[in-house]
């Protein structure tokens, strides 16, 4: 049932998006950000290898478990409510880890990051789904896409600007205290600028079904995270293993509960879709391939090549340029040739992946700032293209009232995916690193391989996923 206080947006939806998008961008440059102050974190804190590697791990696991729970929480509660929620409690989470006194405090306080981060990520596609009209909500899905894009891979170069201003002898510290004055604008703001929508007040929350649904995503998670580190001992792959049938289990007791006329945490109507599910398996795919690729990068050049920190980042600019000019150009098209501008981007991807493994693996003599700078931006491009008809592609067809479980849904496999990529991305680039005795061109060469396989099977999905469309009739357009 509809809550009966559902009010009527009377905010220019733009002003909405800037709000949200702006605290979607805080989380996702909070993922990447801290791998750069890691080294200064463990010094500063006399932390072991395996309690720095944790306070990444720990923001990751919680933010990946938590986000379907959350966007059913969304449906629920409301998603202004949530959003606000979520982004006060990051906040706060922050300024915990940026005066953390002990490594103990900071992977604590990075925990509760992710959670606050899960709780107030699914609500901007939910509510940017459900306000913007159908015309408009291209050029939207375009915006969000330029912010996930850029938060992905701004995170290194704003990292190192701020650890190398060293503001205040504070070191590492502001990375995470930046988030404070952010945060506070967008709860502020979100108050009075965020309209408030329906939600489903009656709506049965499944604790079966949360407790199922991350407890697979940490058996699936947490040895991507560890195992490449540890060497993949057998109780990473045994978790892997038994993450199958818990999965399996989750999935059959969201059929039973609409067989039953319950409530389900993820819909049984949105399994029962395929545009949905091939639509979030190349969204895992897609969002596989980045974290990894950058991950590497950032050791190429670093260890590699002697770049710091801020080096590094201004080295892979050209990739978030060649975002925005995707964006630009795809969020002209509306809702037209979805899957065409998908596959295009995808087509970009596969020739700038091609490109970037034979200039990293075959680099000059002195490599440069610009020596990427090319083949970065044409993925960069291909990105752009890509991220908003993806989005649109897989919401397109879901009811408003479970926007927050298709977003939610959609964003946990984000997440999955790129915990599969970064584990096979490096464990590529470390075994030959190893077998090439200390070949840092030759290990990238080699790893890039991946980034290459997915885009191309990305193309593969998106072929099949138009024949079938096409056999069925004009229901979606491809």
């Not at 629920?76 to 959003?83: H, Q």
């Not at 990075?110 to 909500?137: D, N, S, W, Y």
């Not at 398996?281 to 690729?293: D, E, K, W």
């Not at 060649?322 to 630009?328: E, F, N, P, R």
Request: charged share 10%; glycine share 12%; with cysteine.
């Amino acid at each position: 049932m509809q809550n009966s206080q559902e009010t009527k947006p009377t905010i220019n939806p733009w002003v909405t998006a800037v709000l949200l998008l702006m605290g979607n961008f805080m989380n996702l440059i909070d993922v990447s950000i801290v791998n750069v102050g890691l080294p200064s974190i463990q010094r500063d804190l006399s932390a072991s290898e395996t309690q720095i590697e944790w306070v990444s791990a720990a923001y990751v696991l919680a933010f990946a478990a938590g986000l379907l729970p959350c966007g059913r929480f969304g449906d629920k509660l409301g998603r202004k409510r949530l959003f606000i929620m979520g982004v006060s409690l990051f906040t706060l989470a922050s300024v915990f880890c940026g005066l953390a006194p002990s490594i103990g405090v900071l992977i604590g306080s990075r925990a509760l990051q992710g959670i606050g981060g899960a709780m107030m990520v699914p609500q901007v596609m939910a509510i940017m789904h459900v306000i913007f009209a159908p015309e408009e909500k291209a050029k939207a899905f375009a915006l969000a896409g330029v912010i996930v894009s850029l938060g992905a891979v701004m995170g290194p170069l704003l990292g190192g600007l701020l650890i190398t201003a060293d503001i205040y002898g504070l070191g590492w510290r502001p990375i995470f205290l930046v988030n404070l004055p952010v945060g506070a604008l967008v709860v502020l703001g979100g108050w009075k600028l965020i309209p408030r929508l329906s939600s489903s007040r009656t709506l049965a929350i499944d604790w079966w079904g949360v407790m199922l649904f991350a407890l697979t995503i940490t058996l699936i998670v947490l040895p991507m995270v560890e195992g490449p580190l540890l060497g993949w001992p057998l109780w990473c792959l045994a978790l892997l293993v038994f993450s199958v049938p818990m999965g399996i289990m989750f999935v059959r007791r969201q059929f039973g509960l609409e067989d039953a006329g319950r409530e389900q945490l993820l819909p049984a109507l949105l399994m029962r879709d395929g545009g949905f599910l091939s639509g979030i398996t190349i969204v895992m795919l897609h969002f596989s391939a980045i974290p990894g690729m950058f991950l590497i990068l950032a050791i190429y050049f670093q260890t590699g090549f002697g770049f710091s920190p801020l080096q590094s980042g201004l080295a892979t600019a050209p990739f978030p340029l060649g975002i925005m000019l995707g964006s630009w150009i795809t969020g002209r098209f509306g809702t037209r040739l979805l899957t065409t501008r998908i596959a295009i981007g995808a087509g970009f991807l596969v020739m700038g992946m091609l490109f970037l493994r034979h200039v990293a693996g075959n680099p000059p003599s002195g490599l440069q700032l610009t020596t990427l700078a090319l083949p970065l931006a044409v993925n960069g491009f291909g990105m752009g293209l890509a991220i908003s008809p993806l989005f649109q592609m897989v919401l397109q067809s879901v009811p408003g009232k479970i926007a927050g479980a298709a977003t939610g849904g959609m964003q946990a496999f984000q997440q999955v995916g790129a915990a599969i990529g970064i584990a096979i991305a490096s464990s590529l680039f470390f075994v030959q690193l190893q077998d090439g005795q200390g070949d840092y061109a030759g290990a990238i060469h080699y790893a890039l391989t991946y980034q290459v396989i997915v885009f191309s099977t990305i193309l593969l999905i998106l072929l099949t996923r138009a024949i079938v469309l096409r056999r069925r009739g004009p229901a979606m357009e491809a």
